[in-house]
């Protein structure tokens, strides 16, 4: 793996020694480059680093978030991660490895290093902050996390499609934000944090410091909060789903698990997705079943507050387009369709679709079979259904050429695995996704 290290450095000559000599070997077996960015330095930073010889880059504006992206841009598309480090030896950097570790594993796409603090490593300041920050992020979005980390690391992927432009000490915040705003996956391994080598901060270590950090955290809460803040629009989550009855639901697993077993299982499937997606403080959620004629017995199995409307159509095709339509007339503004076979779709994925949705027309996830098992519109789109091979390895290849053809824009979350076969079941017993009885 290509492994990019940022150092962002304001003022940090006498601890840069003892942090570069703890950076040899640090990831053995890997390509590593180290970027560190002299941020308005007033100092001997940059001189000191490149004598070190370390690869360097300078950044005239102050912020934290100025000096990681001058450092990201020397390092363009060369990494597949990028992690974190401060200057000030707080953090060992061989503490580079366990934050890789889970994204090297396909477990996460952030690591954060959450703090182990020795005693007046941090700040009261500092720690008032950080749970502040944190309050804001569980009360808003529904993250919990127990810290505002800035040792971290992430695919660079990932990274992109943060669209990260902070550039102060809101940085962190943010990433942590849009990760949730995202539905990236993301991991915390507890680090242990000094005291800094050398030095005094540039935040915590003063009054006004700490007076426009935490002025910063209000801002970019503010700023993501208002964005996408519930009742701004609405968005509507049509959930696609079967009567669970043997020898009709999963047809497909039968032959490993028996008529039963598959319906069972699609029972278990179904109603875990009803029970993730029913949050009304974000979007509203309605049910499409099938067949037409089963509404009363559909209602007494999920036994759920949300509209019910049968699947109609001669296909699967004209189904959705329905679906769609009837939502957008019904004053939707935003429609996210899902279905029922896909263990590891969850609320934070169906998050991601929606914010998604703000830059693009149109928002595909892609099922690991060559299907899809999230589809997304900000608007119709005509044609969209028109032609595609159903139960086939080819249907989103041909979504994707609709989507073209219309001259829409689309956007792809990461690819999940439907369960149809035996393989798959196997793979997301493998996986974790799918753990208990069936």
């Given amino acids: 793996m290509r492994v990019g290290v940022v150092i962002p450095a304001r003022d940090e000559a006498e601890a840069l020694p003892r942090v570069f ?26 001189a000191v680093a ?21 450092a990201l841009e020397r390092l363009g598309s060369w990494p597949d991660a990028a992690v974190f480090l401060d200057a000030d030896g707080s953090c060992n950097p061989s503490a580079v490895r366990a934050l890789l570790d889970p994204i090297r594993r396909g477990e996460a796409d ?6 182990d603090a020795a005693p007046g490593s941090m700040t009261l300041t500092q720690r008032w902050g950080t749970q502040l920050a944190l309050l804001l992020l569980r009360l808003r979005w529904g993250v919990r996390a127990a810290d505002l980390a800035p040792a971290r690391a992430i695919r660079r992927e990932a990274l992109e499609r943060l669209h990260m432009d902070d550039r102060t000490w809101g940085w962190t915040f943010q990433m942590q934000i849009q990760a949730a705003r995202h539905g990236l996956r993301v991991r915390e391994v507890r680090l242990p944090w000094a005291r800094r080598v050398a030095g005094r901060s540039k935040i915590s270590g003063t009054a006004l410091g700490a007076a426009r950090a935490g002025a910063r955290i209000l801002w970019t809460f503010a700023r993501y909060a208002l964005r996408s803040s519930p009742g701004a ?8 789903l079967k009567e669970p009855v043997p020898g009709r639901a999963k047809t497909r697993l039968a032959p490993w698990i ?44 999920l036994c759920q507050p949300l509209p019910l409307r049968p699947q109609l159509g001669d296909d699967l095709g004209e189904r959705l387009e329905q679906a769609i339509s009837e939502g957008f007339a019904r004053g939707a503004t935003r429609v996210v369709v899902v279905g029922t076979d896909c263990p590891a779709l969850t609320a934070a994925t169906v998050r991601a679709a929606f914010t998604a949705l703000e830059e693009a027309e149109v928002v595909l996830g892609p099922a690991a079979d060559g299907g899809f098992y999230l589809l997304g519109l900000r608007r119709p789109v005509a044609g969209l259904f028109s032609n595609i091979p159903w139960s086939t390895a080819d249907v989103a290849a041909a979504i994707r050429e609709r989507i073209r053809a219309a001259g829409s824009t689309l956007q792809e979350l990461r690819v999940l695995r439907d369960i149809d076969t035996g393989d798959d079941l196997a793979a997301a017993e493998r996986e974790g996704v799918l753990a208990g009885p069936r």
């Fill in 21 to 46: 000599a703890r950076l040899p070997g640090l990831l053995d077996g890997d390509e590593t480059r180290v970027v560190l960015c002299a941020n308005a330095c007033r100092d001997r930073t940059a």
């Fill in 50 to 70: 490149r004598d070190l010889g370390m690869e360097v880059v300078e950044e005239p504006q102050p912020g934290y978030g100025a000096a990681c992206r001058r």
């Fill in 110 to 115: 952030l690591v954060l290093g959450s703090r």
């Fill in 233 to 240: 629009s609405r968005d509507l989550v049509v959930v696609f």
């Fill in 258 to 301: 028996g008529d039963e077993g598959a319906a069972r299982l699609y029972r278990r499937l179904a109603e875990d997705t009803v029970l993730e997606l029913r949050r009304p403080a974000e979007w509203e959620t309605e049910i499409r079943f099938d067949p037409p004629e089963a509404e009363e017995r559909v209602a007494a199995w």
